[in-house]
């Protein structure tokens, strides 16, 4: 007979090995990373790959980013406790940003998705948002963050933030994409290129081909 996967183990392999090796060095995020239960926010059958290094099917075809990916993102977020974050697509992030100390909405364009990780967002205590994903609940947020790629930058995101919000991303446009952090200040929007990433495309989120004559 088969034992139970250890996940606690593949949570601190998955910390030792995909996370600080690539220079993610906060140790509240660290910390969050090897308490939330990856294996939560992907589809039931799929459980056995949450810790691999590939991106895990949730439902219809939505997947988690990569935790190396998903870790430098959060990082670069610089999320500070009591802030107000909107995870859009990203039900693991969300809770990584709970279990950190912040007030954090999940939103979801798919009720598919909102299936399989309800349970785990509701025990982390993450408010959920059903809206298209271009169309951002609220507003005023100091954080905001995707796991899924856009094919360019959805100004609808930047927008809801508040001044001194950031929002952390990937833009794709072909097979390789870049991770982006922006930030909102008083005078206009800075953009910070992060590091090569090509998470699965959000649908709704590229833009349509323009035809020239």
């Known amino acids: 007979m088969s034992s139970a996967p250890d996940f606690a183990a593949a949570r601190q392999i998955?910390?030792?090995?995909?996370?600080?090796?690539?220079?993610?060095t906060d140790h509240a995020l660290q910390s969050a990373l090897r308490a939330v239960p990856r294996e939560r926010f992907c589809a039931p059958d799929r459980a056995f790959s949450a810790y691999a290094e590939v991106d895990v099917p949730v439902a219809g075809d939505r997947t988690?980013?990569?935790?190396?990916?998903?870790?430098?993102?959060?990082?670069?977020?610089?999320?500070?406790?009591g802030e107000r974050a909107l995870a859009i697509a990203a039900p693991y992030a969300a809770a990584i940003l709970a279990r950190m100390g912040l007030s954090v909405t999940a939103q979801e364009a798919d009720p598919a998705v909102f299936e399989v990780v309800g349970?785990?967002?509701?025990?982390?205590?993450?408010?959920?948002?059903?809206?298209?994903l271009?169309?951002?609940?609220?507003?005023?947020?100091?954080?905001?963050?995707?796991?899924g790629a856009v094919g360019a930058r959805p100004d609808a995101w930047i927008e809801a933030l508040r001044v001194g919000g950031r929002a952390a991303f990937v833009e794709r446009?072909?097979?390789?994409?870049?991770?982006?952090l922006y930030e909102r200040g008083r005078a206009g929007v800075s953009?910070?290129?992060?590091?090569?990433?090509?998470?699965?495309m959000?649908?709704?989120?590229?833009?349509?081909?323009?035809?020239?004559?």
């Open 14 to 24: 998955m910390v030792d090995s995909q996370v600080r090796v690539n220079d993610v």
């Open 64 to 81: 988690l980013m990569q935790a190396r990916d998903v870790a430098k993102l959060l990082q670069a977020l610089d999320a500070r406790p």
């Open 119 to 132: 349970a785990a967002l509701s025990d982390f205590g993450v408010e959920t948002a059903l809206a298209a």
């Open 134 to 147: 271009d169309a951002p609940e609220g507003g005023e947020w100091d954080l905001i963050i995707s796991e």
């Open 173 to 180: 446009s072909g097979p390789g994409g870049k991770a982006v």
């Open 191 to 200: 953009r910070r290129v992060l590091f090569d990433s090509a998470p699965t």
């Open 202 to 213: 959000l649908a709704g989120m590229t833009p349509a081909p323009a035809f020239v004559l």
